[in-house]
């Protein structure tokens, strides 16, 4: 039987659940492909270190001897970082090789030269992995929804905060006691910055805005914002008024130009994405035609991750045995500007420290309203002899104009503290 | 700029919706496809019907004027049932056209041969919209997760059925006043026999436990129970226990042979798919790599639908373009045998009616005892000095044990009626 031959660029914890994956479905490949996955060469910084179960003979510390070897036909890309992810990739690509990749902190970046490329040289450059893991959207949104215009894509695509935004609501945990745990559950880093300062899930965001609206969205498009400010009382008054909070990546398609964000948000518990739990993650769309959707499940781990590099492999292999490589590539053929933040209308939940004194409400209510801010609920609590606790949820305002107000109030001496400001779903 | 000629068989709910769909696209398609989709004919039944936005001109009451129109490279059948649709199909595949259809009556019975013919001709046989609508479905199971050896498919596939028990647990309805509710807002038929019977549910299960195992699964494999039993009082005990009762579509591959059934079960409140309401559909996979995954979404209704049938349209008019038709078509590799029903294991919720005396509760327990039936709870309301309601829940246990246990408790005189016996979800 034929043989398409493939290089493994890392051999982590996702290089070695492709490794462990490619191998239990080897027998079916004659059958989802007609040709047999061979993996002939690894990429590793250390030939010499003993791993358990991996045919030692097919480590190699030079990537260019798998551009040079002409029996590589997929080069699978699972080692992260910039560089040298990004050089090899190009160079394989120009060397006729078909590329997989779950690398979400380059394509958020460059997305658009590693699509080109594959482009102009009529091959695959395939990310399925690269957002949310296991969970199928990259190609859903390429081709079963191809025929919508996406409004509106929403997600929870990042496992180590969905954890402990699960434990503070589920268990009335502070963030910092459910970070410690998440830590000790292996679910978050030894450094868990990326992920609790919501920059993995933007990256995620930035692709998958690409893909929705056609348009180029990285990185730097994306506002971020992450979930250490948020305490177990937020999470009370959430519980009270029948919301939850989620760390929600947020990208919109408006009139005047694409939204992207990441931002924890109050949202109802009726919502699909409310009860998405624990480590898992899911992707909400609108679409024109398909109304909601939305794609849940395992948005990491060795396998989840595998299950999607490995669709991308087999994908590329059916391709190649086509002929049809380069079928779907960039899908960017729009050039749509981004919205400045401040623009952005949404509406906020702001939880306060106030003096308890007559007349405080109405001073604070006429700051809101000179800077253009509706209040649509005031709940008042945890009143003392000396300060109250005062919550205002607010109407849909521009950013700019809640920014501004909350500079004012800032500087008012009888508001002690502006405890916290979340932003809440509205349609 | 190329253009590649459609021919749209039907021009019902869907057919409507797919007209509509390709013109509102139909700028966007020479970036998506890098040709012009072009509608030349539509096969009606009567072609003197005024229908307004519709170019008369393209109407056909012929369908041989299709087969032989040489621009003609892409058939969309959306005039379901059986024949003529059949016939024609299989007449375009043989002309070599490629063919996307939404009809799942057919492909739960016709698959193969359908599928075969399209191979056969190198031609693309695609049917996303057949299952659950507009939700992706069929696609991420064939490509995303071909790396998957997938266990276990569980779907809310029937969007009436799904509005009427959603009625009946939210609002305490019976169930022919959540039907009446569900007709009167057009979300079930004048003849709702085919979905709260659970044959549309059934035909879906079919194709998907096609697709998910790699072996052929036709309706009449599938056993099938509606919600016509399913009491306002079932739905009380389901609260009190932390769960609610979803019409299932639940496919199993297992050691002994493929299990396929549609009935109403009780299943946790806090699984993905008890949170899937109203008319909504849902289909939730468990696959060795990915783990647990669920798509949920718009099950039906013309845009939704139409929204899959065009994203194959394009899928195969990318495939006309690259040359590559007939890329990905039947998957059913293998042929696994179908477990008898008898021998498939469930846990069961039994409610019955009984003589309200000393002793009772004993005869029962030793009738299950001797079907080997192991009871995990009882539960006795309801107690009047004639009679009592008992609930039994039972552990796992083979089907016609449990059939031969009731029957024997029909004919015990202590016993005044057997209410209801629904299945309940375990691991």
Chains 1, 2 share one sequence.
């Not at 899911?282 to 499940?297: E, K, P, R």
Request: proline share 2%; aromatic share 6%.
């Amino acid at each position: 039987m034929k043989k398409i031959g493939i290089g493994l660029l890392g051999l982590g914890t996702v290089g070695t659940g492709v490794y462990k994956l490619l191998h239990m479905r080897a027998d079916d490949m004659e059958h989802t492909v007609g040709a047999k996955l061979e993996i002939r060469k690894i990429l590793v910084h250390n030939i010499n270190k003993k791993r358990e179960n991996v045919d030692s003979s097919l480590l190699t510390d030079d990537w260019k001897e798998m551009i040079h070897d002409d029996e590589i036909q997929i080069i699978v890309e699972v080692m992260g970082g910039m560089e040298p992810a990004r050089t090899i990739i190009l160079e394989a690509l120009k060397a006729g090789k078909n590329v997989v990749s779950a690398n979400k902190d380059l394509i958020a970046e460059d997305g658009r030269i590693l699509l080109d490329t594959a482009q102009e040289n009529g091959r695959d450059f395939l990310f399925e992995a690269a957002v949310a893991g296991g969970i199928p959207i990259i190609r859903p949104l390429k081709q079963c929804l191809a025929g919508n215009e996406i409004s509106n894509v929403m997600g929870i695509v990042n496992g180590t905060t969905n954890y402990i935004l699960t434990r503070m609501f589920e268990d009335g945990m502070e963030f910092g006691d459910a970070l410690g745990k998440a830590q000790e559950l292996g679910y978050a880093e030894a450094d868990p910055t990326s992920d609790i300062e919501g920059l993995d899930a933007a990256r995620k965001v930035a692709i998958m805005a690409s893909i929705a609206f056609h348009s180029r969205v990285v990185f730097s498009d994306v506002y971020t914002q992450g979930i250490t400010k948020i305490t177990a009382r937020d999470i009370a008054y959430a519980k009270d008024f029948g919301l939850v909070i989620k760390l929600l990546g947020v990208a919109k398609n408006t009139e005047d130009g694409i939204e992207a964000g990441v931002y924890p948000m109050m949202i109802g518990k009726d919502h699909p994405l409310a009860s998405v739990r624990d480590s898992f993650n899911a992707v909400f769309i609108h679409g024109d035609a398909v109304d909601d959707a939305m794609f849940y499940g395992r948005g990491a781990g060795e396998m989840p991750t595998a299950s999607a590099v490995v669709g991308d492999v087999i994908d590329a292999a059916r391709d190649i045995q086509h002929n049809c490589t380069a079928r779907i590539n960039c899908t960017c053929y729009r050039d749509l500007p981004i919205k400045s933040w401040g623009d952005v209308r949404n509406k906020f939940f702001i939880r306060m420290q106030v003096k308890n004194q007559p007349g405080v409400l109405a001073a604070i209510a006429q700051v809101f309203g000179e800077h253009k801010v509706s209040i649509e609920r005031v709940v008042q609590d945890h009143a003392e002899p000396e300060s109250a606790e005062l919550v205002i949820v607010t109407e849909l305002v521009k950013e700019k104009y809640m920014n501004r107000a909350l500079d004012e109030l800032k500087s008012m001496d009888r508001i002690y503290e502006i405890s916290s400001v979340i932003r809440e779903y509205a349609e």
